[in-house]
Structure formats: structure tokens, C-alpha cells
T-cell receptor
């Protein structure tokens, strides 16, 4: 079964506004979470991550929030740019190794100029 | 049921030996990918193939080789030229190369002794 879920397959946002991508997980043993971005005809590229000891991690326009009690994380992009249009994957692992890396199915973000 | 299979889940090899990792999909996807995952890092693309009998190098192709003789199969050979072969290897597929969601296999952990 899907332990990491991205329930919104697509999202459209106006340029300059905030994009919020959501991700839910079921396994309380997950302690490391990642977001990947994928452009067409390319593999996904690592975007940002967060450890379970934190509830927020920020990198430029990208911020990831983690709510452990709700088993929920979100990726905020502010301000959104047309170049951000891509598919975003949420992933989670239990432990710092990669033995059990679970991915969501992705959310396609379209930023409208 | 449809999906991507990778075998074996764990693989041990002696240094200097070539080893081939299997990846099979029955999703009728055109595109397939190989990634490498190291602890604490995002996925790194090794090779990808958008169509049978065609493939392209990813970010870290040195020391690896692939073939795509059949739509459903995309084996990866880790050669002795790969300096740090011990890692977790993920195969993925997507409907087309210009897509959409990539579906990942369960991975193979390769340990070179």
C-alpha cells in the first residue's frame, strides 16, 4: 500500500503567488523527508529535505514544513515562477540510509504567467 | 498486478566483478530510469531510456552500462570501473519520457566487498 501519499495530482497557480504542495504519510517510523522536482524527459532532481527533528526547513524560495502529529508535510514555493512548473515528488525514509525510500506519486504544478 | 520489479533486493559482489541489476515493468511504459541513492542524498540519475533500443546518460553514468532490447526490461550493469559501487539502486518507469509520474521499483542494495 502507498505509505506516502500526494492526493492532488495537479495544481495550478498564478505567477508570483504561493504554491503549496501537500504530502501525507502513514508510517510513524519515517524520519527523513524529501521533495523532488521533475521536468519532462528528465529524471527527478532533489529539491529540499527535512529531518524529523525539525518542523521547518527553508532554502531560498522553497520551504518544507513537517507536522509529525498529523503525519503531514508540505512544500511552499514563494513566489512561484513559470520555471517551477514541473512534477513534484514527496519521499520518505526510515533512517538515514536508503533501504526504504518511499515516494509519493507526484503533483504536477503549473505556474501560469 | 502491474508494477516494477527489481531483483535481487540485496546483492553482494567482490571488488572488480561486474554485476547486473534487473529491472522489469509490466506497465507498458515507454520510459525507464536508473537512479542511485546514497545515504542522506537525493536520487542521482544514472541512465534513462525513452524508447526501446535508445538510452541516454544521466548525471553519473561513468562505470555503468545499460541496454534496452525490450520495452519491459532495462538492466543495469555496474562495472569494475565504478569507483564507489556500494549503494541503493532504484529503477523507475513512466508512461512516456516527457511525462508524468515516475513509478519506482523497490530497489536493490548492492554491497561490494
Amino acid at each position: 500500500d502507498q505509505q506516502v501519499k500526494q492526493n492532488s495530482p495537479s495544481l495550478s497557480v498564478q505567477e508570483g503567488r504561493i504554491s503549496i504542495l501537500n504530502c501525507d504519510y502513514t508510517n510513524s517510523m519515517f524520519d527523513y523527508f524529501l521533495w523532488y522536482k521533475k521536468y519532462p524527459a528528465e529524471g527527478p532532481t532533489f529539491l529540499i529535505s527535512i529531518s524529523s527533528i525539525k518542523d521547518k526547513n527553508e532554502d531560498g524560495r522553497f520551504t518544507v514544513f513537517l507536522n509529525k502529529s498529523a503525519k503531514h508535510l508540505s512544500l511552499h514555493i514563494v513566489p512561484s515562477q513559470p520555471g517551477d512548473s514541473a512534477v513534484y515528488f514527496c519521499a520518505a525514509s526510515a533512517g538515514t540510509g536508503a533501504n526504504n525510500l518511499f515516494f509519493g506519486t507526484g503533483t504536477r504544478l503549473t505556474v501560469i504567467p | 498486478d502491474g508494477g516494477i520489479t527489481q531483483s535481487p533486493k540485496y546483492l553482494f559482489r567482490k571488488e572488480g566483478q561486474n554485476v547486473t541489476l534487473s529491472c522489469e515493468q509490466n506497465l507498458n511504459h515507454d520510459a525507464m530510469y536508473w537512479y542511485r541513492q546514497d545515504p542522506g542524498q537525493g536520487l542521482r540519475l544514472i541512465y534513462y531510456s525513452q524508447i526501446v533500443n535508445d538510452f541516454q546518460k544521466g548525471d553519473i553514468a561513468e562505470g555503468y552500462s545499460v541496454s534496452r532490447e525490450k520495452k519491459e526490461s532495462f538492466p543495469l550493469t555496474v562495472t569494475s570501473a565504478q569507483k564507489n559501487p556500494t549503494a541503493f539502486y532504484l529503477c523507475a518507469s513512466s508512461l512516456t519520457g516527457s511525462t508524468d509520474t515516475q513509478y519506482f521499483g523497490p530497489g536493490t542494495r548492492l554491497t561490494v566487498l
